[in-house]
């Protein structure tokens, strides 16, 4: 089964960039659709992107054209480049499988300042 671990957060002022990873081990990452989500502070968890197994790509609305996600098979590692980032972009990010096989992880902060 696999398990996964984000890292990458951090604090980055308003515009800036970020990229998030997520290390898969115990199965190759690239046998699986695969999404980041986040959550912020007081809201539920939301959608932000998803890469599935043969490489297509979609992203909820408001990251759209500022975030991309992405995936390298030899690292068996998924990313999640963030740039133009806002204050509304601040909270805990996780990556999963799609379906989610697993629980949560612990996640990775990023905190946006204005």
């Known amino acids: 089964q696999v398990q996964l671990v984000e890292s990458g957060g951090g604090l980055v002022q308003s515009g800036g960039s970020l990229r998030l990873s997520c290390a898969a081990s115990?199965?190759?990452?690239?046998?699986?659709?695969m999404g980041w989500y986040r959550q912020a502070p007081g809201k539920r968890r939301e959608f932000v992107a998803r890469l599935s197994s043969s490489g297509y790509t979609h992203y909820t609305e408001s990251v759209r054209g500022r975030f991309t996600i992405s995936r390298d098979n030899a690292r068996n590692t998924m990313y999640l480049q963030m740039n133009s980032l806002r204050p509304e972009d601040t909270g805990v990010y996780y990556c999963a499988t799609i379906p989610q096989l697993n629980p949560w992880g612990q996640g990775t902060q990023v905190t946006v300042s204005s």
């Open positions: 115990g199965s190759i990452l690239s046998n699986y659709d």
